[in-house]
């Protein structure tokens, strides 16, 4: 059940009529039963695994919890490392075991010597990277007493598999959505205008931007030595949007979503091409991972804590390990290791200007500005969106080959980007995601009708996946 599909509003709008009927310990019972269903809508075998998932983290935090009363840190150390080997163990196992088995054999091939590769044929369980990494939060908080556990199991696993966020995020941290659980909600009017917002505008990114972007990416990457540099820069382009447009889509109509239910779920994306510097792209782009990185990764490494060259390693380290945290592909590590290698040299930038006056930015600097950290991002895109080696150097030969001609590849960037900035504008001046619901009643009409027609022409409805459903 996509998002993007008749099944799922059917789906959703069943879930709501029985949730408002319901008392609020039977809504939390209820909405486990439909998230694991919306789970099983997938692949049913899958739900063992989720629900392994659950009782290890539930089961660790409470001994984590009971030997911290007891003033035992031997045996809380012991818990955390078996949750954190538990969880890391299954998604390594179903996502990385190739991977390394491959790379691996690729060595010693390189060293001369012979070596069978042993392949699992299985299937990568959908939305595994990130209940992983949500479950892991949850014990690691309780181990650094930020968060006592839950002893209510129902409650734990449905901040598991609440299925606004189950399959892509946001990846939510325990202590904000296990005490909204906790809690009988109140579905106020503000929520109901901001859900069916978000939803709305959630649509008309995935169906009538993301889609059709995605469309002329798939000609541009399937063949790129078939065309020349003008349309290839244009197909990174388009990617960059539909990429921002699919998961920004999905977030919004995640949290919208929620909203109807009663729940608050953390923003996700916050006009990331309007970023300045790439260290601010990062606290605007995928907003619950990057925090998640810092706060889980980069932090406990040592952070800028320790001078310039640790601090570099730290970032490097931190966005080659969010590389392979999207996929068991070579091409996911050169991305993180490209943005490692933007932010370290922004870092030591902004370490030799430390102690300089510096004059406020004018319009045209923070353009300028801006315009240098979107061709930085859209460069990157290149090795995010190629599923091979061969591919990447195809189109990276094509792009500095600067062949003329086909400027007609310009007109749907332009259109994409026109429809982008419909929306993130208007957000981004009023500084409210929902700011459509504050509008006049003309006004706010007339943006739905051309929302709609948009989706309508589009002719995408429920076609398309969303791209971080394979990660």
């Not at 091409?273 to 990057?290: C, D, K, M, Q, V």
């Not at 933007?342 to 430390?354: G, K, P, Q, S, V």
Request: with cysteine; proline share 5%.
């Amino acid at each position: 059940m996509l998002f993007n599909t008749p099944e799922y509003f059917f789906f959703f709008a069943t879930v709501l009529l029985v949730y408002f009927a319901l008392s609020f310990r039977a809504q939390n019972r209820w909405l486990l039963a439909t998230s694991y269903l919306f789970y099983a809508s997938w692949d049913w075998r899958f739900l063992s695994l989720l629900l392994l998932s659950t009782v290890i983290d539930y089961t660790a935090g409470l001994a984590i919890q009971r030997a911290r009363e007891r003033e035992q840190p031997r045996v809380m150390r012991a818990a955390l490392i078996v949750s954190l080997s538990a969880q890391l163990g299954i998604l390594g196992f179903f996502k990385y075991f190739n991977f390394f088995a491959e790379s691996a054999a690729g060595v010693v091939h390189a060293l001369g010597f012979r070596a069978s590769v042993p392949v699992l044929n299985v299937i990568l369980p959908v939305g595994i990277s990130f209940y992983t990494f949500q479950t892991m939060s949850y014990t690691i908080d309780i181990y650094r007493g930020q968060f006592l556990p839950t002893r209510n199991f129902t409650d734990f696993a449905l901040s598991v598999a609440f299925f606004p966020h189950l399959v892509a995020g946001p990846i939510q941290r325990a202590r904000s959505l296990i005490v909204q659980i906790e809690r009988p909600r109140v579905v106020s009017e503000d929520y109901w205008s901001r859900g069916f917002t978000l939803i709305m505008i959630g649509l008309i990114r995935k169906v009538a931007i993301a889609d059709p972007a995605g469309a002329l990416v798939d000609a541009y990457f399937g063949n790129p030595a078939q065309y020349s540099s003008i349309p290839l820069a244009c197909g990174l382009c388009l990617y960059g949007l539909q990429i921002y447009n699919d998961f920004a889509g999905y977030s919004e109509i995640a949290r919208g979503s929620a909203n109807l239910l009663g729940f608050d779920l953390m923003r996700n994306f916050r006009h990331p091409y309007f970023a300045r510097n790439i260290s601010e792209f990062w606290t605007r782009w995928h907003i619950s991972l990057s925090t998640w990185l810092r706060d889980y990764l980069y932090i406990p490494l040592g952070g800028n804590r320790h001078g310039v060259p640790r601090t570099c390693a730290n970032l490097m380290t931190t966005m080659l390990l969010g590389g392979l945290w999207h996929g068991a592909s070579w091409n996911f590590v050169a991305w993180g290791g490209l943005h490692g290698t933007y932010l370290t040299a922004y870092h030591l930038w902004r370490a030799r200007r430390a102690h300089r006056a510096l004059e406020p930015p004018t319009w045209a600097s923070r353009f300028l500005s801006a315009a240098v950290v979107y061709g930085l991002v859209t460069f990157s895109w290149l090795f995010f969106r190629s599923h091979d080696w061969p591919t990447t150097l195809a189109y990276l030969a094509g792009l500095v080959a600067f062949t003329p001609g086909s400027e007609g590849a310009l007109v749907p960037v332009a259109a994409l980007w026109a429809m982008t900035l419909a929306i993130d504008l208007p957000q981004a001046i009023a500084d409210d995601e929902c700011t459509l619901a504050a509008w006049s009643m003309p006004r706010r009409a007339a943006f739905v009708a051309a929302g709609l027609v948009a989706i309508l022409f589009s002719g995408n409805v429920g076609h398309e996946p969303f791209i971080y459903f394979q990660f």
